[in-house]
């Protein structure tokens, strides 16, 4: 049975992850470390942290705090610029989870700092009942931990959870969490490595939705 729905953020809820690659090859260029579409696939879904090791393992002298100060600063100029790219049935997932007392949990490894801009231009802030970030102090994904926790602030059991992820990090979590997961592929396509640790596969959330309503 399902109770709770526990969802990334970026790449999922919100088409960001391509414009989260054009800000870092920019920095890249600029602090003289080249950040690849590679390299940004070997980024995906984890947090800042995580994220900081893998660069400075490719160029210890990058100063990251100063890199990540001014990728959250252009992200952050562009989204209020041109507004927040929403994924298609984003909006409808959401309403019909809660209008069937589904609860709801957002699990980014963004930092908090994003979180709160995306809510606030999305106006998704009130439809869920908890947020666990980034830069909360618990291991990044591919570790279960941000889904666990997830879970305990809901008051409901992770084996009622449902997953919904774009990345093999964050669907790896949902998996050793112990959910159910779903992938809605992004700029990754669904391939061996998913295999194992993804239950469904859709090509939108309005599919996941229909998905998660036929398990009630």
């Known amino acids: 049975m399902i109770r709770a729905a526990l969802f990334d953020m970026d790449g999922l809820l919100f088409d960001?992850?391509?414009?989260?690659?054009?800000v870092l090859a920019r920095l890249g260029d600029e602090y003289g470390a080249p950040v690849t579409f590679e390299m940004l696939l070997d980024m995906l879904g984890t947090n800042e942290d995580a994220c900081s090791i893998y660069l400075r393992e490719r160029y210890p002298f990058l100063d990251t705090a100063a890199f990540w100060a001014?990728?959250?600063r252009g992200i952050e100029e562009y989204v209020r610029a041109n507004g927040m790219p929403i994924k298609t049935g984003a909006r409808e997932i959401l309403d019909a989870l809660r209008q069937h007392g589904i609860k709801t949990a957002l699990v980014t490894s963004s930092q908090t700092s994003d979180l709160e801009c995306?809510?606030?231009?999305?106006?998704?802030g009130e439809c869920f009942d908890v947020f666990v970030t980034g830069d909360m102090g618990l291991k990044s994904k591919p570790e279960p931990?941000?889904?666990l926790r997830a879970a305990e602030k809901l008051g409901v059991s992770?084996?009622?959870c449902v997953v919904l992820e774009d990345s093999l990090a964050g669907l790896t979590a949902g998996r050793r969490a112990?959910?159910?997961?779903?992938?809605v592929p992004d700029i990754k396509p669904y391939a061996g490595p998913f295999v194992p640790v993804t239950d469904h596969v859709v090509p939108t959330l309005l599919e996941a939705r229909?998905?998660?309503l036929e398990k009630l």
Do not use: K, P, Q, R
């Open 145 to 147: 931990d941000v889904y």
């Open 16 to 22: 960001t992850e391509n414009l989260h690659n054009l």
């Open 70 to 72: 001014d990728f959250h």
């Open 210 to 212: 229909d998905l998660i």
């Open 158 to 160: 992770i084996g009622d």
């Open 178 to 183: 112990g959910a159910t997961t779903i992938m």
């Open 118 to 124: 995306y809510m606030g231009l999305s106006g998704f």
